[in-house]
């Protein structure tokens, strides 16, 4: 017998606060993995309960925004998916140099802990020699607080940054000063960094457009409709010939209008 039954209707009416506040699609065989994921907060209060677990999220916004944080996958690594950043090196950011641009800004939308704007920042300082002259940024956002508190610390264990090539893990990490085995990123890689809480589904505050947007690994979790309406959104925010970059289970088919694919999960706008 388990722990704690979710029953369907309850399933059913997470599945609808989750959709409402940020299009995350739960329906589709998912009710194991959502069972298993708010058992764990279940535990952690003292409830006995799913029944009075949806009544502490209906009237706690806080508990809402730590349910939505149990269900979402945030599995990330430093420089992962290397042919994005090989696309950095190699193309994108000699463009910039040959080009002359001179305001930069870059969106990791959907960050996580922060492994993939840290690698953004690093490849970004290796590539572009003069960046302490730019107006350079790569905007970290995520709906998960508890995942923007560790971005934000940018302190990480030695497990997790194993895919940071030798040479550049020292000389942009340095020990913690939490101590054991913990890594902190730099300041001269933190200070291009700005995190900020965001839902996607809500509206956008930045002002300024993207040359790039990463939005890697996070589409799939959306059905058709949120993934049609989230692709327009970017395209009207990245600048003329900015790059829209997504994971390597994702794509723009039947849905890229104003995007061409420059190579499979890389897309310019048009």
Same mark, same amino acid.
């Given at each position: 017998?388990l722990?704690?039954? #979710?029953?369907?209707?309850?399933?059913? /009416?997470?599945? &609808?606060i989750v =959709?409402d506040? !940020?299009r995350?699609?739960?329906? %589709?065989?998912? /009710?194991p993995?959502?069972?298993?994921?708010?058992?764990?907060?279940?535990?952690? *209060?003292?409830?006995?309960t799913?029944?009075? =677990?949806?009544?502490?999220?209906?009237?706690d916004?806080?508990?809402?925004g730590m349910m939505?944080? &149990?269900?979402?996958?945030?599995?990330t690594?430093?420089?992962r998916?290397p042919?994005?950043?090989?696309? #950095?090196q190699?193309?994108?950011?000699?463009? $910039?140099?040959?080009?002359? +641009?001179r305001?930069?800004?870059?969106?990791s939308a959907? !960050?996580? @802990?922060?492994?993939?704007? =840290?690698?953004?920042?690093?490849?970004?300082?290796?590539?572009?020699?003069? +960046?302490?002259?730019?107006?350079?940024?790569?905007?970290?956002?995520?709906?998960?607080?508890?995942?923007?508190?560790?971005?934000?610390?940018?302190?990480?264990?030695?497990?997790?940054?194993?895919?940071?090539?030798?040479?550049?893990?020292?000389? =942009?990490?340095?020990?913690? @000063?939490?101590? %054991?085995?913990?890594?902190?990123?730099?300041?001269?890689?933190?200070?291009l $960094?700005r995190?900020?809480h #965001?839902? #996607?589904?809500?509206?956008?505050?930045?002002? /300024?457009?993207?040359?790039?947007?990463? !939005?890697?690994? $996070?589409m799939?979790?959306?059905?058709?409709?949120?993934?049609?309406?989230l692709?327009?959104?970017?395209?009207?925010? +990245?600048?003329?010939?900015?790059?829209?970059?997504?994971?390597?289970?994702?794509? *723009?088919?039947?849905?890229?209008?104003g995007?061409?694919?420059?190579?499979?999960?890389i897309y310019?706008?048009?």
């Amino acid at each position: 017998m388990l722990e704690f039954e #979710l029953k369907e209707r309850e399933f059913e /009416k997470i599945a &609808s606060i989750v =959709y409402d506040h !940020c299009r995350l699609n739960l329906r %589709g065989g998912k /009710k194991p993995l959502v069972e298993a994921r708010l058992a764990k907060r279940l535990r952690a *209060l003292g409830m006995g309960t799913y029944k009075d =677990y949806l009544a502490l999220v209906e009237a706690d916004e806080e508990e809402l925004g730590m349910m939505i944080t &149990s269900l979402t996958t945030n599995h990330t690594k430093f420089f992962r998916e290397p042919e994005h950043f090989e696309f #950095l090196q190699k193309s994108f950011f000699p463009e $910039v140099l040959e080009i002359g +641009i001179r305001t930069l800004r870059i969106w990791s939308a959907g !960050c996580s @802990s922060g492994e993939e704007p =840290y690698s953004i920042a690093i490849e970004m300082r290796e590539s572009l020699p003069d +960046i302490g002259r730019m107006d350079a940024l790569v905007l970290a956002t995520d709906i998960s607080r508890k995942a923007l508190r560790q971005a934000s610390e940018g302190v990480y264990t030695v497990e997790s940054v194993k895919n940071v090539p030798a040479a550049l893990r020292n000389k =942009y990490f340095s020990k913690s @000063s939490a101590g %054991g085995e913990l890594l902190e990123v730099k300041p001269v890689i933190k200070n291009l $960094v700005r995190c900020r809480h #965001l839902n #996607l589904m809500d509206p956008w505050p930045m002002k /300024k457009g993207f040359n790039i947007v990463f !939005c890697r690994n $996070v589409m799939i979790y959306f059905d058709k409709v949120t993934q049609q309406g989230l692709v327009g959104r970017f395209q009207r925010v +990245i600048r003329p010939g900015g790059v829209l970059i997504v994971g390597h289970c994702e794509s *723009l088919a039947g849905m890229g209008q104003g995007f061409r694919c420059v190579s499979p999960t890389i897309y310019q706008k048009i």
